[in-house]
């Protein structure tokens, strides 16, 4: 039984959806604003929510998290912890946000902006 298990599946399996996750957390981190269908942007949002936390806290094992999360890329961690991190040090949480755009022209999925505050 699967009762509580309110995660998104995107209709993938579990290595897929990872790297999806890990695929749009790198770009959200690296352009700070990716347009994206709504679903996956809902499922990415908590995932770079977290990343963003991990920055704000900036000891040596978030820094270690963060590149275990990112893919072993060091300038996306030292992107995340020098720049982006000390934006959100007063904010208590909330650092994304997602902005329709309105159905895709070609199957009508609706699109939106999953862009950094």
Same mark, same amino acid.
């Given at each position: 039984?699967?009762?509580g298990k309110s995660r998104h599946k995107l209709s993938r399996d579990?290595?897929?959806?990872k790297a999806l996750i +890990?695929?749009?957390? +790198?770009e959200v981190i690296d352009h700070e604003r990716i347009q994206t269908s709504?679903?996956?942007?809902?499922?990415a949002k908590p995932a770079v929510e977290k990343?963003?936390?991990l920055g704000k806290r900036g000891d040596l094992h978030? +820094? +270690?998290q963060?590149?275990?999360a990112l893919g072993q890329d060091k300038f996306l961690v030292h992107k995340l912890f020098d720049e982006i991190a000390p934006r959100y040090e007063?904010?208590?949480g909330g650092y994304t946000r997602i902005t329709k755009l309105g159905p895709r022209r070609s199957d009508s999925t609706e699109m939106v902006f999953l862009e950094l505050v």
């Amino acid at each position: 039984m699967r009762h509580g298990k309110s995660r998104h599946k995107l209709s993938r399996d579990s290595a897929h959806r990872k790297a999806l996750i +890990r695929n749009l957390c +790198r770009e959200v981190i690296d352009h700070e604003r990716i347009q994206t269908s709504e679903a996956k942007a809902k499922a990415a949002k908590p995932a770079v929510e977290k990343l963003i936390t991990l920055g704000k806290r900036g000891d040596l094992h978030a +820094r +270690r998290q963060a590149l275990s999360a990112l893919g072993q890329d060091k300038f996306l961690v030292h992107k995340l912890f020098d720049e982006i991190a000390p934006r959100y040090e007063t904010r208590p949480g909330g650092y994304t946000r997602i902005t329709k755009l309105g159905p895709r022209r070609s199957d009508s999925t609706e699109m939106v902006f999953l862009e950094l505050v």
